[in-house]
């Protein structure tokens, strides 16, 4: 978009035949008709035009309206600097100032332009007044575009007299202006009927308002309210229209059957939607196009790169193709040349602009874009700030065996028939039936026989009715732009359903309670392959399978938790890192599963009788039979996970031999040291479907393995051995073979694994342990991460707030995930945080010495400091420990340990930990470190805790009374001679040392 200052004149028999319109502010005098200022706005900016407000034939301000942005325009035109104007000038200063600040107090943008009749050069003899308005505009930090884009030499003057020249005309923005500047220079005006009309040159300024352009057309694709209303009450008239003409004689909807139901409601939603609302096609067969000049400058550059690659690491013996490409490189270059040449910056004419400025247009329009998101979609500025890849895979050929030989299959309809063989036999058959639980061998009848006392009642609420808030709730809670299944009916659209259709919906969901079924529509399905961490490779074993079920089964089902509704892996992460410290585990309820029999007939309804379809690029296969497994995309598989595994824990809990016992001391006697040992057995730590199985001795792993083995063929589980983990901690990179017991449930008695190294590290959950309890693997990669982010958004152009933002709600929360079991020292916290810090302090324009303190206060936007949020991360998750009563055995071991590891008779929240701040083995305790460092702050924790003591007397603990280098001095003898407290060292009544 082009501006030209107009002070004077606007040709109406010109500005209509090029689609400008004009707006004009003369003057009120009648002895000057024709003076006044004006501006012509092009198509289709002057339809943004919301408000005109002339003033005195000397102003006019123009307010514009965007999405989310407004914007004034202010053409000017200032007398000359002469007695007789001081008055008039004066006037137009204090109304220009008073435009001024209710843009900034309004959030309007400004770009002022005119003939000020001032230069700072030529009349800087004249009285400071004169520049007064010039100089209040640099005060305000508003951009003078000619003076900021013109070359070494200076601004070219605007107005030529007998005596020189002078730069009277400006265009100024204030700052943040959204519509960029792309370049700014003077052209001489052309004569009108051979005439030289002005003595004035015409300064023009090229902006960018495509972004503002871009972000109203993406709110118009916005399904506005109106959209949804008329989509509600099409359906609803759809709904009465097919009642009334297929089942005029039901006075109630829940008279009909399910599928009737279903149907109803389905043909009434899509009926409406049709007429209603706006399509959209969606692809993952879109190829980004660049231009041809840009093509062929990419192949250049990769040319270079090659060329350069093997000048410097090429072998001597390929000197052929570097001759070859040498050869080659005047061409390239030559052709180089030529498309540099459509890369600069033209002065400016009539005739479209070049590809570069397009794609200076591209760049603005992607920073205000950037913008857009992160004020509206932040999920959409974190993807593109961190240069999300959204991987996907297109079936439009399979890589195949056949004879033993590989094949490519093309074919269309090939495709789809091994797509589904795939998808149909990646679960493979049992290999062993049974018609009941009575034909199960004897272990696996006890632990598949529901307990007697389980109270019905519990399960009342599962299957009672589901209330009209409840569902409401429950539908809106939905995510938008989420895949709909084979109906094409998506969350939006059930989110919006009113009235008889809503009460449809409600009807429908409790049909299928009562009956413990579902439509046999919702037995249909679609499958989208979506590709592993891996390449493609055009072979379906590198896909997962994600399954597209119907909307509204997935509301009837909800979401369903393993534990608690926001449960986290805490506890099982905590717990095995416990074991690493003292070698113990955790064991779970060893209750069998009690379901009344219309939820186990609703729950078999869900999984059987389902036929799925695959997507793939020439269209959906034929459908097929699920012959056995859990669809991926089914949100009640958490639940199912609780079902399927607990007669495995159960067995492991009470058959498993040789169980890993936590120990832990409670202080009963301090006269002769007498403690009360509390043990807690553990055979294995699992969440969902990640197990470890723990033991004592490789016999009980053996028995473990064993009793695993036969529950996986009796319920048709393939398990991947060769991802199987072994922990050691004797046995450090040795083969172990286990030799498991005979069954005729275990068709592969042998099983070799590999224990890891001593300092070999391992993934359990997300979190990384190391067997020797070591800090230095989890502290490389957290700093790692931040450097990596760090790099990745350097060259991007994102402001400081940006940065922050990333900063705050995306790495903070993945160092404090990595570091559930490691807490590090404010100084390390800080040092690894460093690098994004430093670039944050360098967007926002402070020096890079700039202390923490002033960073955190001197910005106008939160930055949070990592170690107070990792410290309270810490606090809160062993709260919830101590706090919840089904994590009372655990919290009691946990505190016990610490106790009699510092031995103290107090609980160790209570104490001075400082003694102990530079113990080795403490230095990676998660809740040592805790209590040391929020005790640091002057915060202690108050825990209902502590041990029962034969002796009430107070127990004065060595390390209270001695001097902290002697107390550490003595380490070995009070080891030695178990000598922790005073009482141990003088006589009952206290005045004498015992000798």
Not at 16 to 31: D, E, I, M, Q, V
Not at 292 to 299: H, N, R, Y
Not at 944 to 961: E, N
């Amino acid at each position: 978009m082009v501006y030209v200052p107009l002070a004077k004149f606007i040709y109406h028999n010109e500005h209509s035949l090029y689609n400008f319109k004009s707006y004009w502010a003369p003057s009120p005098s009648n002895s000057r008709p024709h003076d006044g200022v004006g501006l012509l706005l092009r198509h289709p900016l002057h339809k943004h035009v919301q408000k005109i407000d002339p003033w005195k034939g000397r102003l006019l301000k123009l307010d514009l309206f965007f999405h989310q942005t407004k914007i004034s325009i202010i053409s000017v035109y200032i007398p000359p600097y002469h007695s007789i104007h001081y008055k008039e000038r004066d006037a137009i200063f204090a109304q220009l100032n008073l435009w001024l600040d209710k843009a900034r107090s309004n959030n309007y943008h400004v770009i002022i332009l005119g003939n000020f009749n001032a230069d700072e050069l030529s009349h800087s003899h004249l009285l400071q007044h004169h520049l007064k308005f010039l100089r209040s505009l640099s005060s305000r930090y508003f951009m003078d575009h000619q003076s900021h884009i013109s070359s070494i030499s200076g601004p070219s003057p605007t107005f030529y007299h007998q005596n020189g020249s002078s730069r009277l005309d400006y265009i100024w923005s204030s700052p943040g202006f959204p519509a960029p500047g792309l370049f700014s220079h003077v052209e001489t005006c052309p004569k009108l009927n051979d005439n030289q009309f002005t003595d004035h040159r015409v300064l023009i300024t090229v902006f960018d308002f495509s972004s503002c352009f871009a972000t109203l057309a993406k709110a118009r694709l916005k399904k506005k309210d109106d959209i949804w209303d008329v989509f509600s009450n099409e359906v609803n008239s759809r709904l009465e229209f097919y009642l009334a003409t297929h089942h005029p004689s039901i006075s109630l909807l829940s008279a009909l059957p399910l599928d009737k139901l279903w149907h109803a409601l389905k043909r009434s939603i899509l009926d409406g939607a049709i007429d209603s609302l706006p399509f959209q096609h969606v692809s993952n067969t879109h190829h980004h196009k660049y231009p041809p000049e840009l093509t062929m400058l990419i192949a250049i550059n990769k040319f270079l790169d090659r060329l350069l690659f093997k000048l410097i690491t090429s072998q001597p013996s390929r000197p052929a193709q570097i001759s070859k490409m040498i050869n080659s490189l005047p061409t390239q270059l030559t052709l180089l040349k030529s498309l540099l040449v459509d890369y600069t910056i033209p002065i400016y004419s009539t005739t479209s602009l070049p590809a570069f400025v397009k794609f200076l247009h591209s760049i603005e329009y992607y920073t205000a874009l950037r913008d857009e998101h992160f004020s509206t979609t932040l999920g959409s500025f974190i993807s593109s700030a961190l240069s999300v890849e959204h991987r996907s895979i297109v079936l439009d050929r399979v890589l195949v065996v056949i004879d033993s030989k590989p094949t490519l299959l093309t074919d269309l309809l090939d495709i789809k028939q091994a797509a589904i063989k795939h998808f149909q036999s990646v679960v493979t058959p049992p290999l062993v039936q049974y018609s009941s639980t009575d034909s199960f061998p004897p272990r696996w009848q006890r632990a598949y026989t529901p307990i007697s006392d389980i109270d019905s009642s519990l399960y009342n609420s599962v299957m009672s009715p589901i209330l009209e808030e409840e569902w409401k709730n429950t539908i809106q809670s939905m995510p938008n732009n989420k895949a709909s299944g084979p109906s094409k009916i998506s969350y939006e659209m059930l989110k919006h359903l009113t009235g008889e259709t809503f009460n449809l919906s409600l009807v429908l969901a409790n049909a299928c309670l009562i009956h413990g079924d579902i439509s046999a529509d919702w037995h249909e399905a679609l499958i989208y392959p979506i590709p592993k961490s891996h390449e493609f490779d055009a072979q379906l074993k590198n896909t997962r399978p994600i399954t597209l079920l119907e909307t509204v089964r997935k509301l009837l089902q909800g979401g369903n938790f393993a534990g608690l509704p926001g449960g986290s892996t805490d506890i099982p992460i905590k717990m095995l890192d416990a074991i690493i410290h003292q070698r113990r585990f955790d064991k779970t309820d060893d209750q069998e599963l009690w379901i009344p029999p219309l939820l186990i007939k609703f729950i078999i309804n869900l999984f059987t009788r389902r036929n799925n379809k695959i997507i793939t690029h020439y269209g959906n296969t034929s459908g097929y039979r699920v012959k056995i497994g859990i669809d991926q995309g089914e949100i009640i598989s958490p639940l199912l996970w609780v079902i399927y595994l607990d007669p495995l824990l159960t067995t492991l809990n009470r058959e498993a031999c040789d169980p890993f016992i936590l120990k832990s001391s409670a202080l009963l006697d301090y006269s002769l040291i007498e403690y009360k040992q509390h043990n807690l057995p553990v055979s294995h730590i699992t969440f969902m479907d990640d197990s470890t199985l723990i033991a004592s001795s490789k016999r009980g792993i053996k028995d473990r393995l064993s009793i695993t083995a036969e529950f996986y063929t009796l319920n048709n589980t393939q398990a991947n051995s060769a991802k199987y983990i072994l922990l050691s901690s004797e046995q450090f990179s040795q083969t172990i073979i286990f030799n498991l017991f005979p069954s005729p449930l275990i068709p592969i008695c042998t099983l070799t694994l590999k224990a890891l190294a001593l300092f070999v590290s391992f993934r359990f959950l997300g979190v990384w342990f190391c067997l020797s309890a070591s800090s230095h693997f989890v502290h490389n990669q957290t700093t790692s991460m931040v450097k990596d982010m760090t790099a990745l958004l350097s060259p991007k152009k994102l402001l400081a707030q940006h940065v922050t933002y990333l900063y705050n709600v995306v790495l903070l929360p993945r160092l404090e995930f990595r570091l559930q079991t490691t807490l590090f020292a404010e100084s390390t916290i800080n040092r690894m945080v460093s690098p994004i810090l430093f670039l944050i302090r360098q967007m926002a324009g402070l020096v890079s010495v700039t202390p923490l303190p002033a960073l955190f206060t001197l910005l106008p936007f939160s930055i949070q400091q990592a170690f107070s949020r990792f410290l309270s991360s810490h606090v809160a998750s062993w709260q919830k420990i101590f706090f919840y009563p089904l994590y009372k055995l655990f919290a009691n071991y946990m505190i016990t340990y610490l106790q009699g590891f510092l031995d103290c008779d107090a609980c160790p929240s209570t104490i001075d930990l400082e003694p102990w701040s530079h113990t080795f083995s403490l230095r990676t305790h998660s809740l040592f470190n805790s209590l040391l460092f929020f005790s640091r702050l002057n915060i202690m924790w108050s825990l209902s805790f502590r041990p029962i003591r034969k002796d009430l007397r107070p127990a004065i603990s060595l390390w209270t009374i001695l001097p902290k280098n002697l107390f550490t001095s003595m380490k070995n003898v009070r080891k030695n001679f178990c000598t922790r407290y005073l009482a141990q060292l003088i006589t009952p009544c206290g005045s004498q040392l015992l000798s």
